[in-house]
T-cell receptor
Framework: DAGVIQSPRHEVTEMGQEVTLRCKPI?????LFWYRQTMMRGLELLIY????????DSGMPEDRFSAKMPNASFSTLKIQPSEPRDSAVYFC????????????FGPGTRLTVL | AQRVTQPEKLLSVFKGAPVELKCNYS??????LFWYVQYSRQRLQLLLR??SRESIKGFTADLNKGETSFHLKKPFAQEEDSAMYYCALFVGGTSYGKLTFGQGTILTVHP
């Protein structure tokens, strides 16, 4: 298994543009998490899906952020419109069941908004 | 709301010296605590969890409910321990709850 797959690995965009980050969890895992990593705030949980249903999106910073999981093997995190303060590394992680199982992280997407 | 504090953003030690990465949490109940590690050019991965009470790569962490701490310790640091370390706190059940990470500590072990 290739583990959690994220694309793109790097994204550079201009303020105001729409950005879509993609994640493919490990096959058979039913829980998926999106995180944001910055030097100032560390690692923040943005949203958690269980069986493709958003369970906790309290970490989503504002309405400009949205996440979907149309099926068990794919999720997207969209930022529209993007702002420079959104620049960060975005990680996706999956577990076989819920929060407390071992989280398997993807390689991350480094987003730079100019 | 629960909170995880890692007071040191940067920690430097020499090879062979003991190392302690501090983690304090704010929660009055029985939490689950974890340490995650990210080595250079590798993915973030689980290092250990308090319920396992195991030693991984020479690291141990003891939950101290009185001090609400979960410090990560190793008696003799190695250069390959250089990495970013995150402490995480979970409160809740299997499919509900809250997972909170600290801000992380970058450990550098000098030769």
């Amino acid at each position: 298994d290739a583990g959690v797959i994220q694309s793109p690995r790097h994204e550079v965009t201009e303020m105001g543009q729409e950005v879509t980050l993609r994640c493919k969890p490990i096959s058979g895992h039913n829980s998926l998490f999106w995180y944001r990593q910055t030097m100032m705030r560390g690692l923040e949980l943005l949203i958690y899906f269980n069986n493709n249903v958003p369970i906790d999106d309290s970490g989503m910073p504002e309405d400009r952020f949205s996440a979907k999981m149309p099926n068990a093997s794919f999720s997207t995190l969209k930022i529209q419109p993007s702002e420079p303060r959104d620049s960060a590394v975005y990680f996706c992680a999956s577990t076989s069941s819920g929060y407390t199982d071992t989280q398997y992280f993807g390689p991350g997407t480094r987003l730079t908004v100019l | 709301a629960q909170r995880v504090t890692q007071p040191e953003k940067l920690l430097s030690v020499f090879k062979g010296a003991p190392v302690e990465l501090k983690c304090n949490y704010s929660y009055s109940g029985s939490p689950e605590l974890f340490w995650y590690v990210q080595y250079s050019r590798q993915r973030l991965q689980l290092l250990l969890r308090h319920i396992s009470r195991e030693s991984i790569k020479g690291f141990t962490a003891d939950l101290n409910k009185g001090e609400t701490s979960f410090h990560l310790k190793k008696p003799f640091a190695q250069e390959e321990d250089s990495a970013m370390y995150y402490c995480a706190l979970f409160v809740g059940g299997t499919s509900y709850g809250k997972l909170t990470f600290g801000q992380g500590t970058i450990l550098t072990v000098h030769p």
